[in-house]
């Protein structure tokens, strides 16, 4: 959670806990969570709450775990609509019409996106996490959401202000009436990048403590931060910003890593709907 506990805090129904974003709540009209790894049926690697079908988990098990998270939120997982994540920077509109697109394979995701939008009230929108971050996006005045996977690539092309143009153009919102949130991922502590890795992002997002080198000589990312600038730059305001502050490799009884797993693990989920 953020240092304050008010940014995300935490729920529990029965063995399954989860994020939400009060913010969010208090303005209403929206489901917006970040799944952790608790409370599901998987094993091994994937213990427990594995939401990802495309790693190497039992299917079966996996469909499993999607019933009982949504059924924990209300929600039919026949109806969740995920994209590719592809680590790119594209957004996809959606509606009514891509209910369940993904929700069994996820070679019917929607193709070559990172990012989901819609303002078509029922249509679950999920995207999947083990280490990447989660970007929500609400505008509780046009009444229309995003959700975006922002790897480093997707992040050093700016996805979250690319998913605000959509938001714009499709339905008319005005960044600072948008309400924002990163959710748990990777952290500076942890993220852990090359050096030319590091010389692009500082040429990108230049000033600030962004780009940090340790003691060890190591190089790390913060991306937590720098999505937060992205959305500021591109109008959000500062004070609609929430921000997790939750590493996903530095919890590993919480969270799925990729990182600190070295590559064999499960993934979390978020999931945004308006009610």
């Not at 790894?37 to 039992?58: C, I, K, M």
């Not at 502050?245 to 064999?264: I, M, N, Q, Y």
Request: net charge positive; proline share 5%.
């Amino acid at each position: 959670m953020s240092g304050s506990g008010a940014d995300f805090t935490t729920q529990r129904v029965r063995d399954l806990l989860f994020y939400t974003i009060p913010r969010f709540a208090r303005a209403g009209g929206v489901v917006a969570v970040f799944s952790t790894r608790r409370g599901g049926r998987s094993s091994e690697v994937y213990a427990t709450l594995n939401l990802g079908l495309h790693v190497g988990d039992d299917p079966e098990t996996v469909l499993t775990n999607r019933a009982l998270f949504c059924g924990a939120l209300g929600l039919d997982h026949r109806h969740l609509v995920s994209c590719a994540q592809v680590h790119g920077t594209t957004v996809a509109v959606v509606g009514a019409g891509d209910r369940g697109r993904g929700a069994f394979d996820p070679a019917q995701a929607v193709p070559g996106a990172d990012g989901l939008a819609t303002d078509t009230p029922g249509v679950p929108l999920i995207s999947f996490y083990g280490d990447c971050v989660p970007l929500f996006l609400y505008d509780p005045v046009k009444r229309a959401i995003a959700l975006v996977h922002a790897g480093w690539r997707g992040t050093l092309g700016r996805i979250g202000s690319r998913a605000l143009a959509v938001l714009r153009k499709s339905f008319g919102s005005s960044p600072a009436e948008v309400l924002a949130a990163v959710g748990p991922a990777i952290g500076p502590c942890c993220y852990i990048v090359g050096s030319d890795l590091a010389a692009q992002f500082a040429w990108e997002f230049p000033g600030g403590d962004l780009v940090r080198r340790g003691a060890d000589g190591a190089w790390r990312l913060d991306l937590w931060s720098i999505n937060r600038r992205i959305l500021i730059e591109a109008g959000v305001k500062s004070a609609n910003i929430a921000v997790a502050r939750r590493c996903t490799a530095c919890a590993p009884g919480e969270f799925f890593s990729h990182r600190a797993s070295r590559g064999k693990t499960g993934r979390m989920a978020a999931i945004m709907m308006l009610e």
